[in-house]
Every structure is written in structure tokens, then in C-alpha cells.
């Protein structure tokens, strides 16, 4: 059984920066790609970020690309998200998922992930 645990979370203003963390245990770690996803109030779940399991790979949906960075620690068991200039609409509870797939480069696919964490709110104000 996989545990994932986030951290990280808080309230920040419109432009400010977080970094969640997300720590792994139960299996080896480094042969997992990795992946962040998050959910607004009354929205479903949707991909944030992938992060291969060399750390070789990532991917990102477009609405982050070039202020969130996905990174990952393999002596440490440990994904971030690195976000930069957040906006109003990033407010989200953020997870954590393990891909299911050993040696995966990463997917934007929830089907693709079967252990999640459980969540780290972030609120960020106008």
C-alpha cells in the first residue's frame, strides 16, 4: 500500500508563491512517475502536472506552464509543486497521485494514477 501525504498549502495573495510537497512511502518511489492535480468548488479534478520517474520528463496543462514547476527528490521519496504568480483561479484542493504504471514518463490522465493523496487547500485571494 502506497501512502502519499501533502504539505504545503495555505492562503496567499494574487501573485504571490507556494511550494506543496508530497511525501511517498510503501513502494519504491523512483520507479513511479508522479503527477499533481486539483479541484475547485464545484468542479471536477483536473490535471496540474506530471513529472516522470527519472525526473527527465514533465508535463504541465497549459493554464500553469511557465509559473508552476513540478520537481521530485528520489532520496527523499518527495514531488513538489513549485508555484509562481498565482491567480484567483488556481484556488483548488491539490493532490498528489502515483501513476500505476512502473517506469512511466508521466500522463495527464487520472485513469493512469491509482493512489492518491488527501489534498492540501490552496486559497489564493484578490
Known amino acids: 500500500q502506497v501512502q502519499l501525504v501533502e504539505s504545503g498549502g495555505g492562503l496567499v495573495q494574487a501573485g504571490g508563491s507556494l511550494r506543496l510537497s508530497c511525501a511517498a512511502s510503501?513502494?519504491?518511489?523512483?520507479?513511479?512517475?508522479m503527477g499533481w492535480f486539483r479541484q475547485a468548488p464545484g468542479k471536477g479534478r483536473e490535471f496540474v502536472a506530471a513529472?516522470?520517474?527519472?525526473?527527465?520528463?514533465?508535463l504541465y496543462r497549459d493554464s500553469v506552464k511557465g509559473r508552476f514547476t513540478i520537481s521530485r527528490d528520489n532520496t527523499k521519496n518527495t514531488v513538489y509543486l513549485r508555484m509562481n504568480s498565482l491567480k484567483t483561479e488556481d484556488t483548488a484542493v491539490y493532490y498528489c497521485?502515483?501513476?500505476?504504471?512502473?517506469?512511466?514518463?508521466?500522463?495527464?490522465?487520472?485513469?493512469?494514477?491509482?493512489?492518491w493523496g488527501q489534498g492540501t487547500q490552496v486559497t489564493v485571494s484578490s
Open positions: 513529472i516522470g520517474w527519472t525526473g527527465g520528463s514533465t
Open positions: 497521485a502515483a501513476d500505476r504504471r512502473i517506469y512511466s514518463s508521466g500522463s495527464p490522465d487520472q485513469d493512469q494514477y491509482n493512489y
Open positions: 510503501g513502494r519504491t518511489f523512483s520507479s513511479y512517475a
